[in-house]
């Protein structure tokens, strides 16, 4: 059974944001946030794997809520 593997695995991080980031680029709101929904499930189906996309959604919940308390 695979595992969710967050090691850093982008030979240059920073383009990687670059490509996101531009990609958001001129878009609004409501164009942005359906741009991510497609990118998230593009990406859910290349995973294919139901427990690491678990585990990936745990995770970014985690992160979530960790910020969410910071704000408070």
């Known amino acids: 059974m695979a595992h969710l593997d967050t090691s850093p695995r982008f030979?240059?991080?920073?383009?990687a944001?670059?490509?996101i980031v531009e990609a958001h680029r001129g878009l609004t709101e409501a164009a942005s946030a359906d741009l991510n929904a497609r990118l998230v499930l593009l990406?859910?189906?290349?995973?294919?794997?139901p427990q690491v996309l678990a585990e990936a959604l745990a995770a970014a919940a985690a992160a979530s809520e960790g910020r969410r308390s910071d704000r408070s």
């Open 11 to 15: 030979p240059d991080p920073d383009a």
């Open 17 to 19: 944001f670059r490509l």
């Open 43 to 49: 990406l859910a189906n290349h995973i294919g794997d």
